[in-house]
């Protein structure tokens, strides 16, 4: 069964930091994946697509790596609206799996 | 601008049916394919099924294989998802979401509750 990783499940950094997600995907998939992060209380919204292309009005602080079966989302520098859950998900072919969510929040 | 509203989400008891509307506007429906996923209370997301631009194309997760049907109606410019023989497992807000190119999931609905209970 394909599967989609995360790591670590939860972080907690300072304001100002620089944050690294990681996501792993069973078998490759090219560079067909997407971040999403989801606020508490609120929809999803995408922020990277094809691994690495910010979505339109994204802050630059998100950056998004990766090809075949390891991929990373980067935040630059860490700000209080950044804290909510970010997950990654497959988009090549079906099923389209989400990965399990890594937890960010503010020391 | 893209609107995306669910609708048809309520209470129903374990193997019972409900249908799920996504009602679209902002954008020409029948261009983009379309998802469905779900969020369990307190969990995390959970791809559901899939459809392609013209409806000729659908995929499931195994957890919802021969029990959902995804479909659309161009001339409403309406999403569908049938739900049959629930599960009390399957209770969870339900997203209606467009594509953009490449199968991501770019615009997002508000979300339909959908809770099986006895």
């Known amino acids: 069964d394909f599967q989609m990783t995360q790591s670590p499940a939860s972080l907690s950094a300072s304001v100002g930091d620089r944050v690294t997600i990681t996501c792993r995907a069973s078998?490759?998939?090219?560079?067909?994946l997407a971040w999403y992060q989801q606020r508490p209380g609120k929809v999803p919204k995408l922020l990277i697509y094809?691994?690495?292309s910010l979505q339109s009005g994204v802050p630059s602080r998100f950056s998004g790596s990766g090809s075949g079966t390891d991929f990373t989302l980067t935040i630059s520098s860490l700000q209080p609206e950044d804290v909510a859950i970010y997950y990654c998900q497959r988009c090549n072919t079906g099923p389209f799996t989400f990965g399990p969510g890594t937890a960010v929040d503010i020391k | 601008q893209v609107q995306l509203v669910e609708s048809g989400g309520g209470v129903v008891q374990p193997g019972g049916s409900l249908r799920l509307s996504c009602a679209t506007s902002?954008?020409?429906?029948?261009?983009?394919?379309m998802h469905w996923v779900r969020q369990a209370p307190g969990k995390g997301l959970e791809w559901v099924a899939f459809?392609?631009?013209?409806?000729?194309?659908?995929r499931y997760a195994d957890s919802v294989k021969g029990r959902f049907t995804i479909s659309r109606d161009s001339s409403k410019n309406t999403l569908y998802l049938q739900m049959n023989s629930l599960k009390v497992e399957d209770t969870a807000m339900y997203y209606c979401?467009?594509?953009?190119?490449?199968?991501?999931?770019?615009?997002w609905g508000q979300g339909a509750l959908v809770t099986v209970s006895s």
């Open positions: 902002g954008y020409i429906f029948s261009n983009y394919a």
């Open positions: 459809i392609s631009y013209d409806g000729s194309i659908d």
């Open positions: 078998q490759g998939i090219t560079n067909s």
């Open positions: 094809a691994a690495s």
């Open positions: 979401t467009r594509e953009r190119r490449g199968f991501y999931s770019e615009y």
